[in-house]
T-cell receptor, first 115, second 112 residues
Framework: DTAVSQTPKYLVTQMGNDKSIKCEQNLGHDTMYWYKQDSKKFLKIMFSYNNKELIINETVPNRFSPKSPDKAHLNLHINSLELGDSAVYFC??????????????FGEGSRLTVL | DQQVKQNSPSLSVQEGRISILNCDYTNSMFDYFLWYKKYPAEGPTFLISISSIKDKNEDGRFTVFLNKSAKHLSLHIVPSQPGDSAVYFCAAISYNNNDMRFGAGTRLTVKP
């Protein structure tokens, strides 16, 4: 029974297209995140939502738009995809904001390849 | 602006020996530190953590040491097992701005 699930796991698309990655958590957590793991393997936070409200919005292009219809879901929509968007995107959740133990539960990742 | 650094991209250790993974940070305001373990094609999973007010936390074969004056923490695994082979990420949290930063990871290989 997957705690944090994200789909699709693999996505190959052309430059200029618009794509979405979906994330769902069944842990009852209040906070959800999107992280990007780039070619240098750094895990960088992109967004975090707490109870459907945007909390952290790092400096990412406006082409990236998160949407949280409810606190169990945080989807990532990307417009006008560029080559540099190729990366592995991880969704994660935590009971609270990263203010207690900071333990995050990650999804398996979605590998996006832009051709 | 990499506030959390893992300078060794890889480490190879013989089974049964000690594995020591290192992590350095630059922000003295970090309050909590964590280690995550990541297998291929899976997301990172939480391994062990330590508060900034402590200098050691132990959980079975895993021990994390924190040296605040040096802004350095390390993860010791002893004895190392082949199943420990994975990428280990160091992370640090600042409660003040709800910020968590990850290092680039160190790939540990434990040879039988």
């Amino acid at each position: 029974d997957t705690a944090v699930s994200q789909t699709p796991k693999y996505l190959v698309t052309q430059m200029g297209n618009d794509k979405s990655i979906k994330c769902e958590q069944n842990l009852g957590h209040d906070t959800m995140y999107w992280y990007k793991q780039d070619s240098k393997k750094f895990l960088k936070i992109m967004f975090s939502y707490n109870n459907k409200e945007l909390i952290i919005n790092e400096t990412v292009p406006n082409r990236f738009s998160p949407k949280s219809p409810d606190k169990a879901h945080l989807n990532l929509h990307i417009n006008s995809l560029e080559l540099g968007d190729s990366a592995v995107y991880f969704c994660a959740s935590s009971q609270n904001l990263a203010g207690n133990t900071g333990e995050l539960f990650f999804g398996e990742g979605s590998r996006l390849t832009v051709l | 602006d990499q506030q959390v650094k893992q300078n060794s991209p890889s480490l190879s250790v013989q089974e049964g020996r000690i594995s020591i993974l290192n992590c350095d940070y630059t922000n003295s305001m970090f309050d909590y530190f964590l280690w995550y373990k990541k297998y291929p094609a899976e997301g990172p999973t939480f391994l062990i953590s330590i508060s900034s007010i402590k200098d050691k936390n132990e959980d079975g074969r895993f021990t994390v040491f924190l040296n605040k004056s040096a802004k350095h923490l390390s993860l010791h695994i002893v004895p190392s097992q082949p199943g420990d082979s994975a990428v280990y990420f160091c992370a640090a949290i600042s409660y003040n701005n709800n910020d968590m930063r990850f290092g680039a990871g160190t790939r540990l290989t434990v040879k039988p």
